[in-house]
């Protein structure tokens, strides 16, 4: 212990003695190190991390596969039927379903995610509850309204207050009563305010085995693989398929932990960011290798006359790893410390693309990762320029000869190779950024078939009739219009007599948004009924149109009086893509279609231009529209076409709901060129990173060939000055050298062309409407590249073409 603490002092000594050595080394690892820390922070907490909850390692869901389908939900009796048959498979199993109600009568009305959840829910996640209870099959067979709240609307709405406990508050015109309050972080689905039992609401098309809502989680029993509980599953599907031949055909079962669930759709390209952060670190690895190998060179003297004194190689290498350990222990404090806020960008760039179960933040578990990196780090820079520096012959270095050592050879063609490798992997790194870069210019040109300028959007739900036990569909859908109608009216008519406002839509959802709906099957009468085809369902007023900017290709759009016959719709209008597929040869507007459960054929009145309402990167789907007061939910979204700035006008649009509908909350409020450029946030996320890491990559690549020709043509005064002593020009000595840095570009740029044409392939599913082998692409970055290694030489190589021949001769 005494010796290492004597080799660090005395290698803080020899650094200090040099602070631009020092810093520079530390600035490049801080610069790797940091990009490492930041990615593998979220990286960690999205992918690696167990969730936050009890058993994590168990939990799984259960999905329904019958094809077409995959990754289906569950009906009722299904659910039964697994329920009551995998005792044998899992400890506990559940179903839940997710919809919104209004929280009334708590301070101002609040739109809250409720979740319907079966008794066995709690036991899947072992009854995760800080105060009170859950409820259990007792409530569910009494129906009685229980619910438990979720900790933050505890605090948010209920101060905390262990009093809430047996308290009633009520839920869209219905009164429940609270039995229990979730513990802090327990929040499955991810966005739930509040949980009740699954029998609210229930009615008869619930029970039918057709009418699929359930998602279904369970808590695998100690000791049972994944492969044995599929197997039990199997043996319950295969009674289902042959009991039940219509509904259940070729049912089958997925199991998945929960854990792989969870952040899926970032696992690519966090893959593909923490693999960018790691090449970032190695052409840092690689400059500081240089630097290294700079250094041993030209203490070469130093090391020589301390091993003519008796210091064994031992003790040199020590003396030199010493110095490295210093230089990693303090680029990895100073990465830490970059990747704090460097984090804090990251959720600022995609603050609800991440996963709210873990927070992404600097633990234990980052540190120790970090750590290891470091140490990694300092073998692979550290070992080898400590090896070289220690194995200098002392005696040909005090005479002066170690700059005809085939030694020093050695290192030079080992630092060449070293800025080869830089330019190869800045080259690979620069072509995928400018891919995701061409690929975002090409999707954002995309028309997404909606005028998105001078629109203001919000969000607003109204509290609309609860299923009754037994109640008849059509009985409910007709209360439940009956009451969004005058809300409805009041809402338009309050907005048009803002000043400014040209027209206001009201729908289930805003276009080219990528929120999704309802859907169903259609029978377009005359053609061959495909009964595996659905159509998206879309509810909209007659300004819908006009508010959005789309087109009426043919026919008209709704008016005052469509959907006021009879309680189904008797007309609807079709998107360009429905037309094209199914109404092709003919005029649409002669067509009917059966849709919707009503008991009579649709005319269609209308057919609507395209809207990629997926996002721009997505064709546009088969949609019907039907008129908004058909519509028996009260999760809707209002938007204004205004004239001048649309965020002006946010907050007259809230006062103007406030006064149209008191009890409705309003929530969300975007322009419409915001909600569409959401459907690109991570595409943008995405770009932005790499972009970010090609640039650090290209100025570590430059640094480090600047470096090398720099010191070459330090190495090599003297036979330059012998070159011009005898006849060469300025010109000769500047092809000289620029042939010396061309000999390390060249390889560099060749095999950054393949590692670019690989990187393409990994990331070919994020691009659009580019190649992943871009032939203007990789030119581009070679060319670029090329121009940049150039100029990265060309400072030393005219600087080389300046010395006189004397002086050059004379230095040595």
Known sequence: MNQLTDDLRRALRSLLARPTFFVTAVLTLTLGIGAVAAIFTVYDAVLLKPLPFAHA?????????????????LSMPAFTDWRDGSGTAFDAIGAYYAETRNLVGVGDAQHVTTTMVSPGFWDVFSQPLALGRSFGNEEENRTE??????????????????????????????????????????????????????????????????????????????????????????????????????????????????????????????HMLLMAAALVLLIACANLANLMLARG???????????????????????????????????????????????????????????????????????????????????????LPAWRAASIDPIQSLQGASRSQTGSRRQVRARAALVSAEVALATTLLAGATLLIDSLRRVSEVDSGIGSSHVLTAQFSISTPVVQPNEKMDA???????????????????????????????????????????????????????????????????????????????????????????LYPTALLVNQAFADRYMAGGDPLSREIKTFGGPAPLRVIGVAGDVRQAGLDQPANLEVYFPIIKAVKGDLTVAIKVQGNAMSYAEPLRRAMREA?????????????????????????????????????????????????????????????LRQAIGASARD????????????????????????????????????????TDPVVLGGVTVLLALVALAACAVPTLHAARVPPMEALRDE
């Open 57 to 73: 390692d168990r939990l799984v869901r259960l999905t329904r596969t019958q094809p077409p389908v995959k990754l289906g939900t």
């Open 145 to 270: 309204r229980a619910v438990v709240l979720s900790d933050v609307l505890w605090r948010e709405r209920f101060g905390a207050s262990a009093d809430v406990i047996g308290r009633s508050i009520d839920l869209s015109g219905e009164s429940f009563r609270v039995v229990g309050v979730a513990q802090p972080g327990f929040r499955y689905p991810s966005d739930a305010h509040v949980w009740i039992p699954t029998f609210i609401p229930t009615h008869a098309a619930r029970d039918k085995r057709g009418m699929h809502f359930l998602r279904v989680v369970a808590r695998l029993r100690d000791g049972v693989s994944m492969a044995q509980a599929s197997t039990v599953m199997k043996g319950i599907t295969d009674d289902e398929a042959r009991n039940f031949a219509d509904e259940e055909a070729g049912i089958s079962v997925g199991i998945t932990p929960m854990q792989e669930l969870v952040g899926s759709d970032l696992r690519q390209p966090l």
């Open 297 to 383: 060179q030209s203490r070469a003297h130093e090391l020589a006359l301390r091993s003519a004194l008796g210091a064994g190689q031992a003790r040199l290498i020590r003396q030199v790893l010493a110095e490295a350990l210093l230089i990693a222990l303090s680029g990895a404090a100073a990465g830490l410390l970059v990747a704090k806020p460097a984090i804090a960008g990251l959720l600022a760039l995609a603050p609800d693309l991440l996963p709210a179960y873990n927070a992404p933040d600097i633990d234990l578990r980052v540190i120790a990762a970090t750590t290891a990196i470091a140490l990694g780090t300092l073998l692979l820079f550290g070992l």
């Open 476 to 566: 409910w859908a007709a209360r439940a219009m009956g009451q969004l109608a005058p809300h409805l009216d009041a809402i338009q008519a309050h907005l048009r007599e803002l000043t400014g406002v040209e027209s206001v839509a009201l729908s289930d959802r805003l276009p080219a948004s990528g929120d999704w709906g309802w859907n169903g099957n259609f029978e377009v009468i005359g053609q061959p009924h495909d009964d595996k085809a659905a159509v998206e369902y879309r509810f909209v007023n007659p300004d819908y149109f006009r508010t959005f900017g789309i087109p009426i290709k043919a026919g008209r759009a709704f008016d005052a009086l469509d959907g006021t016959q009879s």
């Open 661 to 721: 509908v008191p009890d409705a909350p309003v929530y969300s409020l975007r322009t419409m060129d915001e909600v569409t450029g959401e459907t690109l946030r991570l595409r943008r996320f995405n770009m932005i990173l790499m972009s970010a890491f090609a640039s650090v990559a290209v100025a570590l690549a430059a640094i480090g060939l600047y470096g090398v020709i720099a010191y070459s043509v330090g190495q090599r005064r003297r036979e330059i000055g």
């Open 733 to 772: 000595v500047q092809r000289l050298m620029l042939g010396a840095g061309l000999r390390m570009i060249v390889p560099g740029l060749i095999a950054g062309i393949l590692g670019a044409l690989a990187l393409g392939r990994m990331i070919a599913a994020q691009l659009y409407g580019v190649g992943a």
